[in-house]
């Protein structure tokens, strides 16, 4: 990035808040530039270190494919299926999004659908605007004991749940990540899946994100095994109810109502439901609260320059949260395992199968994710071309290379100890590091020889007889060839010893390699850039 500044596209309308905050920020360049037809997206976008976008602007694979050095796709708002997360992935481009801005527009949203449903509030004022005082047409149901499925449990779901206990409904959900003392404290009883939570519930609201394990999770089934009578809400993501199966649902009865504000194709272009006199419709409305406006874009804003100035990622897609006390804590740790994953992949032959790793002593108990990923990255620049940590894991996977991690309490001699065991199918190495002081990577263990030298620059490792003279002998080519040695390390084991080398050269010619192979007792010579 050099000096430069780090320039910013905000590609849709984003509340004023939100603007001025990136607008001061020393080292931002920000354009808006909203509207924008696909082939001028991919120029402007090809211009730029970052963008942030809402729902209008769409990012498939092949207008990202257009900016390569794209460094961060911010979607101010929750959903993100107008961004290609795994084609951005695959390129290095951090993606986030803001969870918490419109939370509680959403939750808000979700529970003024369900009271309009229940007492049909659109269709008794349409009918008393147009003229007719009609009451009997209208009679409602209470929410007061009745039962709610909570489909998802995350921010909204949880919110949504608050609300519902506060009309003293009994309240059910399904989420399989959701604790059981989390949801103890929401007075939730979660059920184990979606069948056995469907056929208890008076009322279905959906508040999971949109994927393939969500795709179409309400259907023709689900329908089936609920009350007759029941009444639903999806104000997450069109897509996850089966429309056709709604539809059918409300058709035969078994459906008395349903409240949508979120449409598998938006606008709609199937107009059954919308059009349907038992479905209460809006046009996509979670988040047009003034607040949540306002609330995506200060956090699209904040989170846009944490992740690019100060380390900080939060909500992210691809990669682990970190802080900012994180990110400078764990930062020494993921510069060593940067440099350990280069040496494990320039110094294993054959196809590189099993690569485990072991956080011992202090480091034991931290979120080390980040860390692995910093090491994978180091690995995978040995084989591939424009990695980092956002990609480095799906370029492995893809390799086949399976990233083993364990923790430990104990570190032997330090205080914190990283070890990385690379399996190959020529053979395996092992590698341990350290840092001393507070910021200085230290390699302290290669093949179970004990070394002491920082892991940077040009390195020589030497695998010798354990005789007098081989060092000094590696000393005197080097000097012929008039390369410096700036640090020496060497261990012994059982008559045979490593001697780690650090040049000021960027490289070490082959003839000299070579050369010193021939030396007497000296059995291979590696050399290895970190």
Known sequence: MNDRPIRVLVSDKLAQDGL????????????????????DLKKELAKHDAIIVRSATKLPAEVLSAAPELRAIVRAGVGVDNVDADAATRQGTLVMNTPGGNTISTAELAVALLLALCRNIAPACAKLKAGTWDKKSFQGVELNGKTIGILGLGRIGCEVAKRCRAFNMRVLGYDPFLSEERAEQLGITVCKSVDELVP????L????PLNDDTRGIIGAAEFARMKDGVRVVNGARGGIIDEQALFEALESGKVAGAALDVYTVEPPEDRRLVEHDRVLCTPHLGASTKEAQVGVAVDAARQLIDALKNGEVRSALNYPALSRQEATELAPYGELALRLGRLAGQLVEGQLEVVSVTYAGEIADRDLRGVTNELTTGLMRCFEEDVNPVNAPMLARQRGIDIRVTTTETA??????????AQATGGAHTFEGTI??????WLVMIDDFRLELPPEGTLLLIRNVDRPGVVGAVGTVLGDARINISGISWGSRR????SLVRCDADTIAPDILRTLEKLPDVKNVRMVRV
């Open 412 to 421: 032997r001699d330090f205080r914190a100890l990283l070890r990385v065991e």
């Open 20 to 39: 001025e905050i990136l607008e001061a920020e020393p080292g931002l360049e920000v354009t808006v530039n909203t509207g924008l037809a696909p082939e």
């Open 436 to 441: 001393l002081g507070r910021r200085s990577p």
């Open 495 to 498: 008559g045979q010893a490593l």
């Open 200 to 203: 208890q519930v008076d009322f």
């Open 205 to 208: 609201t959906v508040h999971t």
